[in-house]
């Protein structure tokens, strides 16, 4: 009979595997309540090899939320093909894919991570690298949303709709996660919605917002998803 050799793994190798399990752990719930005695168990190590790789929770904690902001960046990618808004449509199905997927983190990710540090008080390092992730995935955003819309150097009003509508996805989605009360593929359609109206509303008093506007709905068939707006809109009207 054979038995099974554990594989010894190298220090960068541990390193990203600690950094998935505890990942998956906050995913689940809050980053407080989870402690490194369980992030040692699910890896399948002990508690004093986990400090080995990170000198305390928190450290692997804010492992875990950079690689988390990396990946609901990367969510706002979208090659630029087809109609705005069925692109508009795709990215908000996976930017909710990622917060169905990862409640507790994102909350804690959007509200600035764990209450306290290690030591029971909050770090101005950690509150200042936490920020900086949270406004790495909001610039990341933006500027996907630029390149949607083919702009290299937008005017000031296009700036304010971007960056407001991406606010307004942030707060939705934490609404949502608190009893999901709202079906979700709604959300979803509305915040597209959202987008299409607050650039409207903006190019009722710019006539550079009125060019971007027209830019957009351009190419939008009849029955597309800004069509759908419309169609919503002028039913309320009658």
């Known amino acids: ?134 406004e790495s995935v909001r610039q990341a955003a933006y500027e996907h949303i630029l390149v949607h819309l083919e702009i290299t150097d937008p005017p000031a009003r296009l700036e304010l709709v971007i960056r407001s509508w991406i606010s307004l996805a942030e707060s939705t989605a934490l609404i949502w996660l608190d009893g999901r009360r709202i079906p979700r593929a709604e959300l979803e359609l509305q915040l597209v919605h959202d987008f299409a109206a607050l650039a409207a509303v903006s190019a009722a008093y710019d006539e550079e917002m009125a060019a971007v506007l027209r830019r957009m709905v351009k190419d939008e068939p009849p029955d597309g998803t800004f069509g759908d707006l419309v169609a919503r809109l002028l039913s309320l009207a009658s």
């Open 1 to 134: 009979m054979t038995t099974g050799v554990r594989r010894r793994m190298g220090v960068e190798e541990r390193r990203q595997q600690l950094i998935g399990v505890a990942l998956d752990l906050f995913s689940h719930r809050s980053p407080d309540e989870v402690s490194i005695d369980e992030i040692a168990s699910a890896a399948g190590i002990s508690r004093p090899l986990v400090y080995h790789y990170f000198p305390g929770k928190l450290s692997l904690y804010e492992a875990a939320l950079k690689r988390a902001a990396e990946d609901l960046a990367a969510r706002f990618a979208e090659p630029a093909e087809g109609p705005l808004g069925t692109r508009l449509l795709r990215v908000m199905g996976r930017f909710f894919d990622f917060v169905d997927e990862h409640g507790p983190g994102f909350s804690a990710l959007m509200r600035g991570g764990p209450a306290v540090s290690a030591d029971g008080v909050p770090s101005k390092d950690h509150v200042s690298a936490t920020n900086a992730l949270i």
